[in-house]
């Protein structure tokens, strides 16, 4: 399964940008990832037109979402095989802006789940995600990494 993470706006702290890099690089070594940056600014209609432009017609999208769905990392390992056994070909993971995203990014959402109940910026979800989906792959894999 491919993964694809798209978000609003740049990655700018160069600590971030290396523990994002660090993850990619980690769970390419599990599955095809792409990261997609769209352009901030504009407000949630602007960047939510921007986030369709990059969504593939056939990918599942899981939106990050406050009100998401909260699991656990095993919770989320569980989904992430069953998507694969399921035989899903690529789910697109979108982080919007500051302000959210578009209600025309979030009806084409398929799926959301919460990171956490407390608030992250925008940079550190990124890390967190990546994080959470390498994690999930060693769930999965049963490495050693999880504990």
């Known amino acids: 399964m491919k993964i694809r993470v798209l978000w609003v706006g740049k990655t700018r702290n160069k600590h971030y ?5 660090d993850y990619l690089q980690r769970l390419s ?13 504009g407000g949630k209609e602007a960047e ?14 899981c939106l990050l ?6 699991l656990s990392s095993h919770e989320l390992s569980g989904e992430i095989e ?7 070909k690529e789910t697109t993971f979108i982080i919007g802006g500051a302000d959210g995203v578009s209600p025309q990014v979030a009806k084409m959402a398929t799926d959301r789940i919460s990171l956490s ?5 925008h940079e550190m ?8 989906l390498y994690r999930a ?9 999880q504990k």
């Open 17 to 21: 940008l290396a523990l994002q890099e």
């Open 29 to 41: 070594h599990f599955a095809k990832t792409e990261i997609i940056e769209v352009k901030d600014g």
């Open 48 to 61: 939510g037109q921007r986030i369709v432009q990059h969504l593939n017609p056939t990918s599942t999208v």
């Open 65 to 70: 979402d406050v009100e998401g769905r909260s």
């Open 82 to 88: 069953r998507w694969q056994i399921a035989g899903r």
């Open 117 to 121: 109940f407390l608030t992250f910026t």
């Open 125 to 132: 979800a990124r890390v967190i995600l990546l994080e959470q």
């Open 137 to 145: 792959h060693t769930i999965i894999k049963g490495f050693p990494y």
